[in-house]
Every structure is written in structure tokens, then in C-alpha cells.
């Protein structure tokens, strides 16, 4: 059975660096084909895809993003980071990761996400 | 950058058939853009219901299928229940690694 779970802070300070964790299990991210991506969705808004790391340790980023984001992985420890730097306020969403299908490059599993807050 | 659009909004009659769309504000949504969707309910996590234009996921009833119409993808969902009352969001590949999530469309079944 493949699960994830994204684990981390609920809340931050402005200007502070977010890192999350997924921990994931059933699938290992050596496998060829394998990907995995982080997604956001702000309360009551729309989903927003972050980046995404794959089997071979290739990473993409949102465009919009990209100077602010970092995804890493630790095959031994099933387990992917990101991190997020100089968080504010309108970052405040539900951060979930999901893995992607090989040949669909859909999001197949989804993790059950985690609120994280960006508040003084 | 290039914007993927959903109508904000669609409402049905329970027992009817509505067809979603999804849009590049520039150019044709085709095969090659791996349409997928995916639908959620409040407070709940996304679920997938299509990949690859019109693969349904596993479990997904066969009231709902995906298709390219003219230059957009489409998601139909034939004899609407009360239980498909959900947001659904569409997904397009855009090349060299990125995705992209349409803005959602608020179904509501009434």
C-alpha cells in the first residue's frame, strides 16, 4: 500500500524558512520512473503545484517560485524535503505531496496534508 | 506565463450531465499536456479522478470521463449525483518538468 504524510511546523514567523518532510511508504524513490511532488492550496483558494524530485534526484520548480524553493530527497529513510525560504504571510496554506504516475504524470497518492500558518 | 483556465463555477440538475473544461489563456490544450483532474470536497484531499485525458483512477464510476473538445480538455460527468457536489481542479503538463493547476471549477448539484 502506497501512503504519504507530510509532517512540520504549523506555524511560522515572517521571513522565517519553511522546511516540511514527507514521509512516504509502499514505493521507493530509486525506481526509475518515480516522482514525487509538492503541492499547496491557500484556505478557500485553489491548488497551486510547487516542485516536484525525481527518481533520479532531477528536481523542477514552479516558476514563480523557484528562487525560493529547495526539494531533496533521502532514499535511505523514504523521506523528501522542501524547503521554502522567507515564508510571509500569503504562503499560510495546506502543503501536501503526492506521487506522480510514471506515464501519466498525474498525481496518483496523495499525502493527507499539513496546515502550515505565516503569522506574527 | 501561461495560465491554465476552469470556468469558476457550474451548477447541474441531479440526474443531468455537465462537461467541465480546462484552458490555456494561449494555445490548444492537446493529448501531449497529460490532462488530468481531480476532485475535492471541502476539507478533504484532492482525488483523483482522471489521468492521461481520459484514464479513469481506480474505483472512479464510469459517469465521469475526460476528453480533448475543440481546444480544451473536458471532464463530463453523466447522471450528476448529490455527492458529486465538489471542486474540481484540472491539471495540465506543460513541459520540462512543470505542472500546472487550473483555477477549480465549484460544482454545485441542485
Known amino acids: 500500500q502506497v501512503t504519504l504524510k507530510e509532517s512540520g511546523p504549523a506555524l511560522l514567523n515572517p521571513t522565517q524558512t519553511l522546511t516540511l518532510t514527507c514521509s512516504f511508504s509502499g514505493f521507493s524513490l530509486t525506481t526509475s520512473g518515480v516522482r514525487v511532488s509538492w503541492i499547496r492550496q491557500p484556505p478557500g483558494k485553489a491548488l497551486e503545484w510547487l516542485g516536484r524530485?525525481?527518481?533520479?534526484?532531477?528536481?523542477f520548480y514552479s516558476t514563480s517560485l523557484k528562487t525560493r524553493l529547495t526539494i531533496s530527497k533521502d532514499t535511505s529513510k523514504n523521506q523528501l524535503v522542501l524547503t521554502m525560504t522567507n515564508m510571509d504571510p500569503v504562503d499560510t496554506a495546506t502543503y501536501y505531496c503526492a506521487r506522480m504516475g510514471s506515464a501519466s504524470l498525474a498525481f496518483d497518492i496523495w499525502g493527507q496534508g499539513t496546515m502550515v500558518t505565516v503569522s506574527s | 506565463q501561461t495560465v491554465v483556465t476552469q470556468e469558476a463555477s457550474f451548477s447541474v440538475s441531479p440526474g443531468g450531465t455537465v462537461t467541465l473544461t480546462c484552458g490555456l489563456s494561449?494555445?490548444?490544450?492537446?493529448?501531449?499536456?497529460?490532462p488530468s483532474w481531480y476532485q475535492q470536497t471541502p476539507g478533504q484531499t484532492p482525488r483523483t479522478l482522471i489521468h492521461?485525458?481520459?484514464t479513469r483512477s481506480s474505483g472512479v464510476p464510469d459517469r465521469f470521463s475526460g476528453s480533448i473538445l475543440g481546444n480544451k480538455a473536458a471532464l463530463t460527468i453523466t447522471g450528476a449525483q448529490a455527492d458529486d457536489e465538489s471542486d474540481y481542479y484540472c491539471?495540465?503538463?506543460?513541459?520540462?518538468?512543470?505542472?500546472?493547476f487550473g483555477g477549480g471549477t465549484k460544482l454545485t448539484v441542485l
Open positions: 492521461s485525458t481520459n
Open positions: 491539471v495540465l503538463y506543460m513541459g520540462r518538468g512543470i505542472s500546472v
Open positions: 494561449s494555445g490548444s490544450v492537446s493529448t501531449s499536456h497529460y
Open positions: 524530485i525525481d527518481w533520479d534526484d532531477v528536481k
